[in-house]
């Protein structure tokens, strides 16, 4: 799965640390600077469904 994110650049870190606990983020692509006179950024993730986890037996 391919999700963008768009904000400040803080935000989007925010953002994509937020997703990889939820995701395996595969890839992280570098802020894309958004036109002028815009501040915000662009960056993509690639992710996969997270594994699930390991219950134990009891």
């Not at 391919?2 to 870190?13: F, K, Q, S, Y």
């Not at 992280?28 to 699930?52: C, G, I, K």
Request: proline residues 10%; hydrophobic residues 40%.
């Amino acid at each position: 799965m391919r999700i963008r994110l768009e904000g400040t650049d803080e935000e989007c870190r925010r953002a994509a640390e937020a997703i990889a606990a939820v995701l395996d983020v595969l890839e992280t692509s570098r802020p894309y600077p958004n036109r002028p006179p815009s501040r915000l950024v662009r960056l993509y993730l690639t992710t996969a469904p997270a594994a699930p986890a390991v219950e134990k037996e009891q």
